[in-house]
């Protein structure tokens, strides 16, 4: 369900709308902090209010999801409630948006360490000399291999992933974002401001359709749209699973062994249990 945008005083649509979440409580600068900044600046009508989904809507189907690297790795390797909560987090943004964006702040600006299975986040720097500077890390214990894998799912969900560098590179993304969303919408004749959407009811048919196939290796909620156009029922689907390869585009014979080899494999109880 969508909800309509109301105009401010001078009867501007607000071209920015912001969960209030995330200017609430802030006790330093984030992309979005500084993001609202350059709002002001230019004079870009915007507001802030509690949204169900996303961190950030934007015209044109935007909906933004900001974490910074931190926030990232406690929800998705913290405990069991984190990660429940994070996959429905992506698997709803996935569902309701046109255009659904993961913007992992501080991204850009890790360190890899495979062989320590670690990760490291810088949480000050400072220049020592015309070349040098002085980084003092924040260490994680994941594998980076576990932290790429991770994201990588994400964006076979049909999110796109953004790295930033630091707040305020993701700033600039988050304006680059609303230039490029504000362009399509003209370009599309469409209004230019976000449409707040209501969180869909998780037991709703067409929901329990899209994450039953969407749970499947390698399908994300937009190919699960794409098989569910093509084959009208989940049922009809799994009957006809092979020939996904044939009907559906942009599912190859790679992600087709993946699928059949779930479904066709023998199930069989964790001994350790």
Not at 2 to 17: A, E, W
Not at 54 to 83: H, M, N, W
Not at 196 to 218: A, D, E, H, I, M
């Amino acid at each position: 369900m969508s909800k309509l945008t109301q105009t401010d005083l001078l009867g501007r649509f607000p071209q920015v709308i912001i969960d209030i979440h995330e200017v609430r409580n802030t006790r330093r600068d984030t992309s979005v902090t500084l993001f609202i900044e350059e709002l002001r600046r230019n004079n870009i009508p915007y507001r802030v209010e509690k949204l169900e989904i996303g961190d950030i809507l934007l015209p044109s189907g935007y909906a933004i999801e900001r974490k910074t690297v931190q926030d990232f790795c406690r929800s998705l390797f913290g405990t069991s409630e984190g990660r429940l909560r994070l996959k429905e987090q992506i698997e709803i943004l996935a569902t309701t948006y046109e255009r659904p964006i993961l913007l992992l702040e501080g991204g850009l600006s890790l360190r890899m360490d495979p062989i320590n299975k670690a990760i490291y986040i810088p949480v000050r720097r400072y220049k020592i000399s015309r070349r040098l500077w002085h980084v003092t890390e924040e260490e994680i214990r994941i594998h980076p291999n576990q932290f790429e894998g991770a994201l990588r799912e994400i964006e076979a969900k049909g999110i796109q992933v953004i790295k930033s560098f630091d707040e305020f590179h993701g700033a600039k993304i988050l304006m680059g974002l609303l230039m490029n969303a504000k362009r399509e919408a003209r370009e599309k004749k469409r209004k230019i401001y976000p449409i707040v959407r209501s969180k869909p009811k998780l037991k709703s048919l067409q929901t329990q359709q899209l994450f039953f196939l969407s749970g499947l290796p390698g399908i994300s909620v937009m190919r699960a749209r794409k098989i569910l156009r093509i084959y009208k029922t989940p049922y009809n689907a799994i009957t006809k699973v092979k020939r996904w390869d044939v009907d559906v585009e942009g599912i190859g014979q790679k992600t087709l062994d993946q699928v059949i080899k779930v479904l066709f494999s023998e199930y069989k109880e964790n001994q350790e249990n």
